[in-house]
């Protein structure tokens, strides 16, 4: 879910860290705490029980949507190759 | 939710399957720790489609089936009690206690019992019912816990007497070792659990990997997801190589989630802890610091556990071990159904006899 507005310090745990996530319109507060990084306006989070626990640049999730779709096109390649021989 | 659905989509897992059927070479034994694994696996039509040669057990990793008799006793003791509230989430409402009644009977009976979706929502309970004490069912893994230790955090940050945890919490490599130290469970790798291992890191498991000679491979929970760890684990399965690969880097790196980690060392300390069909393991699980006791609820309460019996001929202790399946349990489908469970492997969705009832009947 991406991030749209930040609040708090993440040195300070009394400053309720909290950022505001969109998916689809959908928008939602998740609690900061805990984690791994520190997110920028436009990072992605990945969510569990009301607490983000991992933060992804844009290009980390674009990279990975595309590891998966490479994947799936070097087997199909794979496959052009051996029906050919 | 654009970008999951990318991971869902079936032009996508039928690639990965050829690739998977490709790399097979020999047959081979796969624990799958975590519940929410089986239950994918289960959902997405993958356990008919996977190669023969595989074969999916299912392990210990799911935190309400694990989750003691006398643990479920006791929490249906603090259930009783005046001026007390539970707040949970959701699994844990019907599993029975050694009577055979639930937190679900005792609702019905007065009892005061609110299923959360956060832990933090446990606090707004407290602000809302400033006269009771609101007890929050800690049970989980590494993933829910740093989460309630932040909330423990925040309630003696913002001066909230009425609230406690108990905290029934577990860690993951320890079950895994005892597990593996038993010479009949013979696996040859392991799907490691994509949440868990965001918190503790995907370098974690290898220990396992060098003691054990394991494929471990981290892997999250989509189909595709899934076929690709299993399409890694497959080729060092070929290859004759045991080490610890991560197919989730999307939401899991090699080291730990510091932050998470931190907070969880600040609130709580490691603790023997009984594990249902497991019995007790040492420092498995994770008790609320001295300094800290006013926030937990088995020393505010004085619980003291007794020992339960667990239901008579529930099997989920040989399941859980991976020796048995839901169908050799003599209830299974009998006595013990979704709708009427006898034990926690029934009554959890991420439950092994849950997810063979539902979608193999
Ligand atoms: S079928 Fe019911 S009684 Fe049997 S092992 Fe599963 S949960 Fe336990
Ligand atoms: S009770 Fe069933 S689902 Fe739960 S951990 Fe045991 S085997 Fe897995």
């Known amino acids: 879910m991406k991030v749209i507005e930040i609040q708090g310090d993440p040195d300070d745990f009394l400053s309720g860290q909290i950022a505001l996530v969109d998916a689809d319109g959908i928008r939602k507060e998740t609690r900061l705490d805990i984690v791994d990084r520190w997110p920028d306006l436009g990072d992605y989070l990945i969510i569990h029980a009301g607490f983000a626990i991992h933060t992804l640049d844009p290009q980390e999730a674009e990279t990975n949507i595309r590891l998966m779709r490479e994947m799936a096109e070097k087997v199909e390649a794979a496959e052009a190759v051996e029906q050919r021989t | 939710m654009k970008y999951l659905d990318e991971f869902r989509d079936q032009t996508l897992a039928e690639p990965l399957l050829k690739e998977l059927r490709r790399s097979v070479t020999k047959p081979f034994r796969v624990m799958e720790v975590c519940g929410t694994h089986t239950m994918s696996i289960f959902r997405s039509g993958l356990r008919t489609l996977l190669p023969e040669e595989i074969e999916l057990i299912s392990g210990p990793g799911c935190p309400v089936c694990v989750t003691s008799a006398s643990h479920i006793d006791a929490i249906l003791a603090m259930a009783e009690l005046q001026n007390t509230r539970i707040a949970l989430f959701g699994d844990l409402f019907r599993v029975p206690g050694s009577n055979g009644l639930s937190l679900a009977n005792a609702s ?254």
């Open chain 2, 108 to 361: 019905s009976q007065g009892a005061k019992v609110d299923i959360v979706y956060s832990p933090m929502d446990s606090l707004n309970l407290a602000r809302k019912y400033p006269e009771e004490l609101i007890v929050f069912l800690g049970v989980g893994f590494e993933t829910t816990t740093p989460g309630i230790a932040a909330t423990i955090l925040a309630a003696k940050n913002s001066a909230l007497d009425n609230f406690a945890v108990f905290s029934t919490h577990k860690t993951m490599p320890p079950p895994l070792l005892a597990l593996l130290d038993d010479p009949e469970l013979q696996i040859d790798g392991l799907l490691c659990p994509g949440h868990v291992s965001s918190i503790i890191g995907a370098g974690a498991y290898q220990p396992l990997a060098d003691t054990y000679k394991l494929a471990c491979v981290v892997g999250g929970f989509e189909p595709a997801d899934i076929l690709q760890a299993l399409i890694l684990m497959a080729r060092q399965i070929a290859n004759g190589e045991a080490r610890v690969e991560n197919a989730y880097t999307r939401a899991v790196r090699w080291e730990e989630n510091s932050r998470a980690q931190q907070m969880v060392r600040a609130i709580f300390k490691t603790a023997d802890m009984e594990w249902r069909g497991l019995g007790v393991i040492p420092e498995s699980g994770l008790a609320i610091r001295e300094e800290y006791s006013h926030y937990d609820a088995e020393r505010r309460l004085n619980i003291k556990l007794t020992p339960a019996t667990e239901p008579k001929g529930c099997r989920c202790g040989e399941i859980l071990k991976g020796k048995e399946v839901p169908s050799q349990c003599p209830l299974y489908g009998k006595r013990c159904t979704p709708g009427n469970p006898v034990g926690p492997c029934m009554v959890s969705s991420e439950g092994t006899c849950a997810a063979f009832f539902k979608y193999t009947q």
